[in-house]
């Protein structure tokens, strides 16, 4: 049978394909993710499936990314989409599509697209932080991807940068005050209120109040790349996820907070952004199609 590699990236509003057609990655339109039940789960992306099929004429080999924890064996934790929580999706996907599949955690997929094409390439060790609605991430060393033994490594936003604070059983500290949605958070508190997407362009002009807001999520996520770095002391890190946008307001006060809370040896560790955009997982999920098993670690 002739093998034909699929990419699929999971987003809890939005599904995104990628495969290759005489060695080019082709990006299909997107489908919108089902959020009421596993059935009408899978028969979306068994229709992804097939629209590769009628350009390919088959698929033999399927990378999966998901927006939670995963095991090898399966997907145990995904906050949108909890009827994904237990299920086998590997197994099942392969039942209906008699393809070899492997399922991850979207940022590690993500990271695994920056190695292929991306900020990553060339590199032996790299860690991606990916800011959105939440917070996550991934790591790489010795060229390959972290998985850890419950499927999570890389889980930075639980992250604690202040110990006296309440705990969250579903997040953690540097999600709950560095994440897109703690952005959109304090945005509803100005008066009047405005969003996330506002206090970015009124920063942009140079408005105090939304200058220190920016300033403010800067220095946290200095701080986080700081614990981060000291702890793996990668080549470089990769900044990732919805913020991207505003990464050129955040990034002096993130190298201040770098230099101030890094150990001396990776106060100057080089972050960029990430080169594949919102489509690295989708990347990272076709690669990860092509290699199966070979890119963990």
Request: charge should be negative.
């Amino acid at each position: 049978m002739r093998t034909t590699y699929l990419g699929i990236d999971i987003g809890g509003t939005k599904i995104q394909g990628a495969y290759l057609q005489q060695e080019a990655i082709i990006l299909p339109s997107g489908i919108a993710t089902p959020t009421t039940s596993y059935e009408d789960f899978l028969a979306s992306l068994v229709r992804l499936a097939e629209e590769v099929i009628q350009a390919n004429g088959s698929v033999s080999h399927v990378g999966v990314g998901v927006p939670g924890t995963v095991t090898e064996q399966c997907v145990t934790w995904v906050p949108n989409l909890p009827f994904l929580d237990g299920k086998d999706l590997a197994s099942d996907l392969h039942t209906r599509l008699g393809a070899h599949v492997v399922v991850s955690n979207d940022a590690q997929l993500a990271l695994l697209g920056e190695m292929w094409h991306g900020a990553a390439r060339n590199r032996r060790s790299a860690v991606l932080l990916s800011v959105g609605t939440g917070v996550g991430g991934a790591i790489m060393l010795g060229g390959k991807i972290v998985r850890g033994v419950h499927g999570s490594a890389g889980a930075f936003g639980w992250l604690n940068l202040d110990w006296q604070e309440r705990s969250h059983p579903d997040h953690g500290y540097v999600e709950r005050h560095a994440a897109g949605s703690a952005l959109g958070a304090i945005a509803r508190q100005l008066e009047p209120p405005v969003t996330s997407y506002e206090i970015i362009a009124r920063a942009r002009m140079c408005d105090p109040v939304s200058m220190d807001i920016i300033h403010h999520f800067g220095k946290l996520l200095g701080a986080t790349c700081a614990s981060i770095a000291s702890m793996l002391d990668p080549e470089v890190l990769i900044f990732s996820g919805g913020l991207v946008d505003a990464f050129d307001l955040l990034s002096d006060a993130l190298h201040e907070g770098m230099r101030e809370m890094g150990s001396p040896s990776v106060r100057e560790t080089p972050v960029v952004v990430a080169q594949l955009g919102k489509n690295s997982a989708a990347y990272g999920a076709l690669r990860a199609a092509m290699l199966q098993q070979l890119i963990w670690l």
